[in-house]
């Protein structure tokens, strides 16, 4: 996927998209195959709820008159595991405790749906847009410009990128709190999603470059240049909206990866420092619990599998919408 | 996990001699009703480490590692017994004949060497190699970790080590530490008392100088004992064979009953303990340090054949907090920590009443002569938990009598901890229950490898920082003096500026002297009180560990100097 | 054409030296003394200070990183008197916590990690290619649901918490394989199948997921193209149209996608590895970091470039070859 900073899949980046820009689909069409298309709909209210919910996880926690610190150790036996079954859920904790601390798991999912949300999009948002901006100016300058680019992403693309988030996480998150980043949590969040760009953008890029590099070729661009149309409107006229397509699927496909890495960093003792909790933090706690506590395994874990099927499917579905040609399968 | 946990923690403080069985456990309960130990078979140690922090002798320094080293590869000129109880804390001669004749009112030490006794290779151990073997401590650039008695006691100064002495060092090393035939005499700067149980640590084990090969001899140290490496791979596996020249004869302590050893490395704490409680094929053949909190219900509270199968006994550890005294120069205040902190939350994150007991001083009630109750601040609930109104009225107290400190409190004390699962809890902990009496935790993550180093760093601007520490010595002197005073070599509470410092340091040298042993036991008694009145340090716990292993292992007591198995003498049932 | 491969491996050279110094560098900002790190916590400031010579980290950093070169080609020496040693050439350092040669290390633990890349890579292909096809010919049908699902899923959860939970669902809860515990092919086949099997599976799902996608992709873009269309109205067989086009054009991006992927691979499945407790780079050179042994993670930092740097010259050459228009570009 474009970027999973995990064990696999470092370098695969959406080809498949290469031949979706043919055309420019008006928009009323696109929103109209999307509406018909159920599971999309279903898949972007899940998405919708998420955000809302960690949006107002205040209020909620509020109303429901549960804390994402406040310790609970009555609810904890001897052991300092959750007292009762199924990891201790009760009228007070829909989803029970936490071991070890007692702290409510409801409350601590909604607050860290908020950390992984952020890191998600805001992750996500950064490499985006670098790689839009670098890969349309490589591909659309081309010549020395595209060579020099070119050289930069293959050494950005030689560094075992995973190994080095790992490395460095310490000492470049000191350094950004000695830049006046606001210690401990912000820096923390602040070097994930920097990294994120640092080492994702090539993969964004090298998608949108090789597009530009086709369509500045096209019939359609030939003849605005004709016209006497200028570069900027070129680009972002002509080409930006013909990368739609290939850009949301990037999108889709990396937002959870970027939520994993965050929670592989995490699992690590890297990620978010505590108190503050994280699906990061969460799956990689409960992952110790999986014979004393296997409620607390299952649900961080859910929640994720929920969140990126829904985002998933949406990118598909965003995809098929946006591409001209769906509705013409002549085969299968 | 929790001796896997404070190993790593407090490694700092080497476990030489404690009375074990006066801790209470049940370290009887194994054996018994399975027959007679013999020989043959594999024994097999999982472990997560990813290796042995040292097998070259005069290196090795931790309580597991000496424990299994000792009792496997490396004979020394004593040895604690190889036993279960009191018993396993008396010595008795090695490589030597018996426990060292002393002489010249404790300064002079010699023991004569057994005959028989060999390397590996068949050759015989001379007083050469053990004088060989000690003169290795010295060279503290390349011989690293290791304890460093030998050079603090030897009279011998400014001696390098044999690597870069020239002609004149050495003869005065060779004058120091002499041979006369398979005698081997050592002369001291200062009266050693019990100079035989520094000579229970490997660091007086024999090193043959042809096969010495400096920092890489950690990886291939010749055998003085039953076993001899096979293979070793760190992050795999250490495989131990017998050694076909070691003579039993000449060993009254090791009975070597397996025919081979494998210690696996690397692999994950909860493997671990699921390899342990399942005893399936060849674990049923091995042992395991340390059981991960999560699962300590399944073991302790299950069934019955799996509880057999695993000890719950009183380490030689303590665990406590230090304080930084100069910043929080106000004894209310640290009251108010003191009475702030839910220590029964702090406890249940670790594994419950299996972490140990909560503790009212750093002296742990197995050094009998030196422990006594001691009286605790007014105020702290004694089920552990935080008595939130106390710790008000403190910092009530001290707002009148240190406003400054209590501000330093409130805008943030700077929380030195090891970036761990297990420590990130304990910081959610005291965020909260300094949050209720209104100071503030300004933590600081520090990566585990670099947390000593980086509080031991004199600069390093801390306020709370943990501790944790075992009795070099069945003697407070190792305690107190270590904890405490400006000399000692673990003192993190920064008390020197304390207006009680000057005569807290002249009990202690009054103490340190004092050789009738009872009274002395009478004044570290008194000393640890005086520490915990003006709570320059905040008692934590005395520790526990777990161990278990597999059904067909036999011999599984937990020997007491060590706090850790006897690996040596486990036998295959 | 030789040229173009001259111009190439150059060019992966002087990469690779670009990798070498940054990594050097940004390694250099660590925070931890590694000179400390050798010795105790007890150990007083001078002998903290003799090692730090001994180590040569007393030296400006452009220098250490020019003896670190110069190592690769002539080996290094290390230490005084008979405590002396030596690393032979092609010399990575020497990594004081593990008392060996980095190069010694590295050929000790690769061969573990090519074995799991190698079955990962296998049954990856196989699995994704499979469910993508047949994604992409049941469009929309529910086999094209349960295959997003299923690439969903493998995408979604980080490596360590589908490692643990097939460790445990097979191993403990379903009690059909034997914890994992490495042992070379060579010494025990059956054990090494056994406990490779799960890691095999895990990264298999993995990145499995991935492919499902591309393959699925691929082929229904392939299947829109003007060549398959003419096959269509020739009146060609579905099967051959299918096998012969189809699935070829769609192959041709995800094998070279694949070929990086399985480059990267071989710089160590870090937490693939830490989880089944595989002796192999990845196991390794995350311990580097924790314990902060720089030689190590400097080393494997360089041959998991060289790795994803040869990769890429053979994908290019490979393009060289296929695609004239490309040697003259």
């Known amino acids: 996927m474009s970027a999973t900073f995990s064990d696999t899949g470092s370098f695969v980046d959406d080809v498949s998209v290469a031949a979706s820009i043919e055309g420019k689909s008006p928009r009323q069409l696109a929103w109209m195959r999307f509406r018909r298309d159920r599971f999309a709909m279903v898949a972007a209210g899940v998405v919708l709820f998420y955000v809302v919910v960690a949006a107002l996880a205040p209020v909620i926690c509020a109303v429901l008159g549960i804390s994402p610190y406040e310790l609970n150790s009555d609810a904890l036996n001897d052991f300092g595991l959750p007292d009762g079954p199924f990891g201790g859920i009760s009228r007070e904790h829909w989803l029970g405790v936490e071991p070890g601390t007692g702290r409510d798991i409801l409350a601590r999912l909604l607050y860290g749906a908020r950390v992984s949300l952020l890191v998600g999009f805001v992750g996500t948002l950064l490499t985006t847009t670098l790689g839009v901006i670098i890969g349309v100016f490589a591909g659309y300058r081309r010549g020395r410009v595209d060579a020099v680019i070119g050289r930069v992403m293959d050494l950005t693309l030689a560094f075992p990128s995973f190994l080095l988030i790992i490395a460095l996480t310490r000492p470049f998150t000191q350094r950004l709190e000695s830049l006046g980043v606001p210690e401990g949590n912000p820096a923390r969040l602040t070097y994930i999603v920097l990294v994120l760009a640092t080492f994702g953008w090539v993969y964004v890029a090298r998608v949108v470059r090789g597009q530009t590099l086709s369509l500045r070729e096209r019939e359609f661009i030939e003849a605005s240049r004709a016209s006497g149309a200028g570069t900027g409107h070129i680009i972002f006229k002509q080409i930006l909206p013909n990368l739609w397509a290939p850009v949301i699927v990037i999108v889709s496909l990396s937002l959870p990866g970027y939520v994993a890495t965050e929670s592989t960093l995490s699992f690590l003792g890297l990620g978010m420092l505590p108190p503050a909790a994280s699906w990061g933090v969460m799956l990689g706690d409960s992952i110790k619990y999986y014979r004393a506590d296997p409620t607390y395994l299952f649900i961080p874990g859910t929640a994720l599998i929920i969140l990126v099927l829904a985002f998933n499917i949406l990118g598909d579905a965003v995809r098929d919408a946006l591409d001209p040609k769906a509705d013409r399968q002549s085969i299968s | 996990m929790t001796k896997r946990r404070i190993i790593g923690a407090v490694s700092f403080a080497l476990v030489a001699s404690l009375v074990a069985a006066s801790c209470g456990g049940d370290s009887g309960s194994d054996g018994g009703g399975d027959g007679e130990p013999k020989k043959g078979g594999t024994i097999r140690i999982l472990s997560s480490g990813e290796q042995i922090a040292h097998l070259d002798p005069q290196r090795n320094y931790t309580g597991t590692d000496l424990a299994f080293a000792g009792s496997t590869m490396h004979r020394s000129l004593t040895s604690y017994k190889y036993e279960a109880g009191d018993a396993g804390s008396e010595i008795e001669g090695d490589l030597a004949t018996d426990t060292g004749t002393v002489s010249n009112e404790g300064k002079t030490w010699s023991f004569t060497l057994r005959d028989g006794i060999t390397f590996e290779d068949g050759s015989a151990i001379t007083c050469a190699d053990v004088a060989y073997g000690v003169s290795r401590s010295f060279a503290t650039d390349t011989i690293t970790d ?428 | 054409m030789l040229l173009f491969v001259t111009r190439r491996l150059m060019f992966a050279l002087a990469l690779l030296l670009a ?311």
């Open chain 3, 19 to 329: 990798v070498s110094l940054f990594t050097y560098l940004l390694f250099a900002m660590l925070p931890s003394d590694p000179a400390a790190l050798t010795c105790s916590k007890n150990c007083k400031p001078e002998i903290i200070e003799a090692n730090r010579i001994r180590l040569g980290y007393d030296k400006p950093i452009l220098e250490q990183y020019w003896l670190f070169l110069k190592g690769i080609f002539v080996g290094r020496d290390y230490g005084v008197g008979q405590a002396a040693f030596s690393c032979p050439a092609p010399s990575l350092g020497y990594s004081y916590g593990q008392h060996e040669c980095v190069t010694t290390l590295i050929a000790r633990t690769f061969p573990v990690t090519a074995y799991l890349s190698i079955g990962a890579f296998i049954l990856w292909m196989t699995l994704g290619i499979s469910l993508g096809s047949i994604a992409a010919l049941k469009r929309g049908r529910w086999q094209d649901r349960a295959a997003t699902t299923f690439s969903a899923v493998g995408v979604s959860l980080p490596t360590f918490y589908i490692g643990l939970l097939v460790l445990f669902s097979f191993c403990i809860w379903l009690r059909i394989l034997p914890f994992p515990s490495y042992e070379s092919p060579f010494v025990d086949p059956k054990s090494f199948f056994l406990t490779m099997l799960l890691p095999w599976l895990t990264l298999a799902v993995l990145s499995a997921a991935s492919y499902t996608r591309l393959t699925r992709n691929g082929m229904l873009e392939a299947m829109n193209e003007d060549f398959v269309r003419l096959g269509i109205a020739k009146g060609l067989r579905r099967r051959t149209i299918l096998r012969r086009y189809v699935l070829r054009s769609a192959l041709v991006p995800i094998v070279t996608i694949a070929g990086l992927d399985f480059a990267a691979l071989l710089g160590g499945a870090i937490i693939t590895e830490s989880v089944f407790s595989l002796p192999g780079m990845g196991r390794m050179s995350i311990r580097a970091v924790v314990d902060s042994d720089l030689p190590v993670l400097v080393g494997t930092t360089m041959v998991a470039a060289v790795f994803i740097v040869l990769a890429n010259v053979i994908v290019d050459i490979m393009y060289g070859v296929l695609d004239p228009r490309v040697r003259t570009k």
């Open chain 2, 146 to 573: 290791g304890p460093s008695y030998a050079v603090t006691y030897i009279d011998v100064e400014d001696y390098p080590g044999p690597y870069k002495a020239t002609a004149e060092q050495q003869a005065a090393y060779d004058k120091a530490v002499a041979c006369e035939g398979n005698t081997i005499t050592f002369n001291l700067k200062n009266p050693v008392a019990d100079f035989n149980y520094t000579t229970t640590l490997l660091t007086f084990s024999p090193v043959p100088k042809a096969s010495d090969t400096g920092e890489k001899y950690d990886m291939s140290p010749v055998s003085s004992g039953p076993y001899k490496i096979e293979s070793y791979e760190i992050g795999k596996a250490l495989v131990l064979v017998r050694n076909e020249n070691w003579n039993e004869d000449s060993d009254p302590l090791r009975k070597a009953y397996p025919d081979s050893i494998i210690y696996e490395f690397g692999l994950e704490e909860a493997t671990i303990d699921e390899r342990m409680i399942a005893d399936v094929g060849d674990d049923q053949f091995a042992v395991a340090e340390g059981i991960q909190p999560e699962n300590l219900q399944t073991i302790f509270e299950g069934d019955e054949a799996l509880k057999s199968r695993a000890i719950d006994y009183y380490d030689p550890y303590v665990s406590y907090t230090n304080l930084n005294n100069e910043r929080l120069s106000c004894y209310e205040v640290r009251k108010a920590i003191y009475l702030a902190i839910d220590r029964d939350a702090l406890r249940k994150a670790g594994g419950g009443p299996y972490t140990g007991d909560y503790a009212d001083g750093f002296v742990k009630p197995a050094l009998a002569l030196d422990y006594a109750q001691s009286t605790m601040p007014e105020g702290l609930n004694e089920d552990g938990t935080a008595n939130v109104e106390a710790a008000k009225a403190a910092v009530a107290e001290a707002e009148t009598k240190c406003p400054d400190v209590v501000k330093l409190a409130q805008d943030g004390m700077n929380f030195y901890y090891p970036d761990t699962p297990v420590w990130q809890k304990a910081l959610a902990i005291w965020q909260s229950n300094m949050e209720a009496i209104g100071f503030s935790i300004k933590p600081e993550a520090v990566e585990p490898s670099n947390y000593w180093p980086t509080v031991m760093n004199p600069e390093t601007e801390y306020d709370i920082v943990r501790g944790g520490w075992a009795p070099d010595w069945a003697n407070a002197s190792t305690v107190i003096p270590e904890l405490f005073t400006t000399g000692g070599g673990f003192n993190l509470t920064r008390n020197s500026k304390d207006p009680d410092y000057a005569e807290f340091e002249g009990l202690v040298n009054e103490a340190r002297v004092n050789l009738d042993r009872v009274a002395q036991g009478k004044q570290w008694q008194e000393l640890n009180q005086y520490v915990v009145d003006r709570l320059w340090a905040l008692p934590g716990t005395f520790l526990k560990s777990q161990s278990i292993w597999g059904s067909k292992v036999g011999n599984t007591f937990q020997w007491g100097p060590f706090g850790a198995f006897c690996f040596g003498n486990l036998y295959v049932k």
